[in-house]
């Protein structure tokens, strides 16, 4: 008979193995984005903040409102960072890939401890996945694995604390869930995963286990709250990014989890931006996706006794995870597209996990020695081309002009990518060819006030004052909270000579963001003049 102390430290042993395998080969999938560099919203929001690079950030990201969202233990690393590595992107990327490889070993232990068939293969497929290159190799996104990270670690403390009943295990978990929504409040439907993780691993609900849960589900109450308040105020400015009726939201809701489910699944033809699509609320056709989801959990509870119990589980939890971003709340980035990579980041263990456990279910059936070889190549050569597919995705974000020419690439109406790739190239001196871009971007969308305002600009820095002045009056008028905007209209005006008018503007400018300094500045150096 074996030492039992021997069997432990063999046991331990191999998790040190196959810890360390997953981050490698996490590490490796992803070694492009050490040499990418900060794209589309990563320097406003952070190597240009004038919020992170103050001397009293700290102050700011906690205590104010200035930030677009609530997310202060996100932007409280940002800080930090910022104080570390300044203008260099490769420590940021660092972080974020050393968060990601960080939650990969967290989820491999959540499943395990949930007993989910093939939990090392799940934690690796999510690990190495092409979608989660949105969240990896975009830094801005660090919220993403930030709150991953949070949210992980308060489902394992809360499933010790239902293992031994010790409350310091349960007061932990709920100050790991508080650090998860102050990182992004993605993870808002935790208090609902915890209950379906104790359905799922005592096949029945108990009224302490919902008591229990009351406080989280307080928590998300008051930080939805929140990040709804700064999404219509701060990231909206008031305005609202979805002006379709309710019962258009709830058809459109119904159909976006199969989209996602589709990019999980197969993940070809990943953008930033997707089209827009809408599905019309008088047609029954458009009822389709969401009765079929319908559909779907009420087969998947009716058989919950049997073969619907994973199925209820896995794709329950991907759908719950997901309802924050289904379009019912309304939220800034619905301006440019219903579906995005990143949001997939939290949900999408659930169908992984799901399938995965089916086919380590489906291999241990096969009894022959051949049909269990050629799983194995199949397995091996799939985790290759997904590995391949995640290097290949990561070199596309190694700068804006490469990701924003993939994204028009697949997706030509992205009138965002256009001018994204314009401010690039503008930046990369090529001039005529970023004005092309934003002219090409306002033939796609005509009343889009934030491209009027860059084309403005490249006008201005042109010397060519009467068109500049035309499109900063154009983006003005479609967007008269838009400060940049009459901030350099005053400029134009100035240097046009009508100083009366610039005036007027940089006082509209300095209403709208009163702490805009370049704005007070002007403004004080006109009127001394005037």
Known sequence: ??????????????????????????????????????????????????????????????????????????????????????????????????????????????????????????ALVFGIHPVNVATVAWISEQKNTLSMLFYAVAILLYLRFDEDGSWRWYGLSLT????????????????????????????RLRWKDVLYTIPFFMLSLVLGLVTVWFQH?????????????????????????????????????????????????????????VTMLA???????????????????GFGYFVAMLLPVLGLIDLGFFRLTLVADHWLYHAMVGVIALVIAAAVKWYNSVRSHRGRCAARLVTTAGLILLGAATWQRSCVYASDVTLWKDNIAKNPNAWTAYDNLGIALWQAGKHEDAIAC???????????????????????????????????????????????????????????GRITDAIEQYQEALRLKPDWSATSNALARLQSNH
């Not at 790991?176 to 993870?187: G, H, P």
């Not at 559909?295 to 589980?313: D, E, Q, V």
Request: glycine share 4%; aromatic share 14%; proline share 5%.
């Open 233 to 289: 105020h701060r990231a909206m400015q008031g305005t609202l990014a979805q002006t379709d009726t309710l019962l258009s939201r709830l058809v459109v809701a119904g159909g976006i989890p199969w989209v996602y489910l589709y990019k999980v699944l197969l993940p070809f033809n990943l953008m930033v931006i997707y089209s827009m699509w809408h599905l019309d609320s008088s047609r029954w056709i458009s009822y389709l996706p």
């Open 1 to 122: 008979m074996e030492d039992p102390q021997t069997n432990q430290t063999r046991a331990s042993s191999d998790w040190q193995t196959m810890a360390r395998l997953l981050v490698a080969l996490t590490f490796i999938a992803y070694l492009p984005v050490l040499r990418d560099r900060f794209v589309f919203d990563d320097a406003p929001l952070i190597i240009q903040s004038h919020v992170i690079n103050a001397s009293d950030g700290l102050y700011r990201v906690w205590f104010t409102t200035q930030t677009m969202d609530y997310f202060p233990v996100t932007e409280s690393l940002w800080w930090l960072e910022w104080h570390v590595w300044g203008l260099h992107p490769t420590g940021y990327h660092l972080v974020n890939l050393l968060l990601h490889a960080a939650n990969v070993l967290l989820i491999w232990t959540i499943l395990r401890r949930l007993k989910i068939p093939g939990a090392w293969l799940a």
């Open 295 to 313: 559909a779907s959990f009420m087969i998947f509870w009716w058989r919950r006794k049997t073969w619907g119990r994973p199925l209820l589980f």
């Open 438 to 496: 934003f002219q090409q971007s306002l033939r796609i969308k005509p009343d889009y006030a934030i491209t009027h305002n860059d084309l403005g600009f490249a006008y201005l820095l042109q010397g060519d004052i009467a068109n500049a002045i035309e499109q900063y009056q154009q983006a003005v008028r479609l967007d008269p909270a838009l400060a940049v905007a009459h901030y350099y209209l005053g400029e134009a005006f100035t240097r046009q």
């Open 176 to 203: 790991a869930f508080l650090s998860a929504l102050l990182s992004k409040t993605a993870v808002v439907m935790l208090p609902m995963v915890l209950l379906g993780c104790l359905w799922w691993m005592h096949r």
